[in-house]
């Protein structure tokens, strides 16, 4: 019991504390655009909630992931069930009032709707998750209205060491939610930030490759459109950090990237290249 009440009253310091931080930089995560104000039921985990009885995920972020048993037991990511609890107590100190911005792409594949999410003070949610340290940024479905706010966020707690930085500093063998490409193991699969140093840049006839020393990044054909091969030949010698989904193939590591704010040296506040 001791326990759970002290966790209870660390969440509700995070989120306190988070408004402060948060208000600072109102003017990159505006509110203005805000389409409907409807109220939330509760968070199913650190990135989905349930709004007028739908599922509904938050655009932008990848929040750790509770132990799912449906077709594969897959184990709970570090801090999720914290995660969770931090957007629920953001909803309850704000009655439970939100604010719903659409972007480019409104529904996901799984028929989950995608939103840009406000607090009634002005603030945005993704804001306060990413920059107390509940999640990572995840650029998908060209919604990038709040971008470099969102990647802003996420480097504030990365540089404070809040939350998942602070456990992965304490426990670097969980390789989450970053990991060096050479210290990759068959169990890093899923959704993280792989860091490496690339060896081969190359076009084929259905792929831009970039090769770490052992990850394969793949962009497919039909994203193209949304990428610059000349700066992607660039990267080649550098460390650079990926983010998306890895997943094994014949016992390598691969990710497919779709967007180029995937690569930091392409994401809103680098743009290096």
């Known amino acids: 019991m001791q326990k759970i009440t002290h966790s209870l009253l660390t969440i509700l310091a995070l989120t306190i504390a988070s408004f402060n931080l948060s208000a600072a930089n109102k003017q990159v995560c ?11 039921s509760y968070a199913t985990s650190g990135s989905d909630l349930i709004i007028q009885g739908k599922t509904v995920r938050l655009i932008g972020i990848y929040s750790p992931q509770r132990e799912q048993k449906q077709k594969f037991n897959t184990p709970a990511q570090p801090l999720a069930k914290e995660a969770q609890l931090f957007l629920n107590k953001l909803l309850a100190n704000h009655d439970l009032e939100v604010g719903v911005e659409y972007d480019t792409t409104k529904v996901d594949e799984f028929n989950r ?24 940024n995840r650029p998908a479905h060209n919604n990038n209205k709040h971008a470099k706010c969102y990647f802003e966020a996420e480097q504030r707690a990365r540089k404070g060491q809040y939350q998942l930085w602070d456990y992965l500093e304490k426990h670097p063998e969980s390789h989450f939610p970053l990991v060096k490409s050479s210290e990759l193991t068959s169990q890093d699969t899923g ?78 506040l680098n743009n290096t290249l």
Request: aromatic share 10%; net charge positive.
């Open 30 to 40: 505006s509110a203005k655009n805000v389409e409907l104000w409807v109220k939330a």
């Open 113 to 136: 709707q995608l939103v840009h999410l406000f607090l009634k003070d002005g603030s945005s949610v993704q804001q306060r998750i990413l920059e107390n340290g509940f999640a990572i």
């Open 191 to 268: 959704y993280r930030i792989i860091q490496g140093k690339v060896l081969k840049v190359m076009k084929s006839s259905t792929n831009y490759i970039i090769n770490m020393d052992t990850t394969g990044i793949r962009i497919p054909k039909k994203h193209w459109k949304n990428f610059d091969y000349n700066k992607i030949k660039q990267l080649k010698g550098k460390t650079i950090e990926v983010r998306g989904l890895a997943y094994l193939y014949k016992g390598v590591m691969f990710m497919i990237i779709k967007q180029p704010a995937a690569i930091d040296a392409f994401n809103p």
